[in-house]
């Protein structure tokens, strides 16, 4: 069974910085593009960030480039989100987003 489980969603300052984490199971992690992609409150979709399986990264939102970094420890089956300079348009659920589909999320919310 795949699964994808993100954590180190919360509340943050405006300006503060998140790292967001995926633990992947079920699917040969190592091998597959992986995705950060958000959801702000009654907005679609938007990706945030590509990662391939070597770690070769792709931005994919202008508005996060130079502030989010994707990584991958394929020996650990975890992808992570450095976000930092959070500002309150970057409020919304995360997900890990696999070839199958996406985990649960984590809520990251930005206060003044």
């Known amino acids: 069974e795949v699964q994808l489980v993100e954590s180190g969603g919360g509340l943050v300052q405006l300006g503060g910085s998140l790292r967001l984490s995926c633990a992947a199971s079920g699917f040969i992690f190592s091998s597959m593009y992986m995705s950060w992609v958000r959801q702000a409150p009654g907005k679609g979709l938007e990706c945030a960030a590509n990662i391939d399986s070597g770690g070769s990264i792709t931005s994919c939102a202008e508005s996060v480039r130079g502030r989010f970094t994707i990584a991958r420890v394929n020996a650990l089956n975890r992808l992570y989100l450095q976000m930092s300079s959070l500002i309150h348009e970057d409020a919304a659920v995360y997900y890990c987003?696999?070839?199958?589909?996406r985990g649960q999320g984590t809520q990251v919310t930005v206060s003044t």
């Open positions: 987003q696999g070839p199958e589909g």
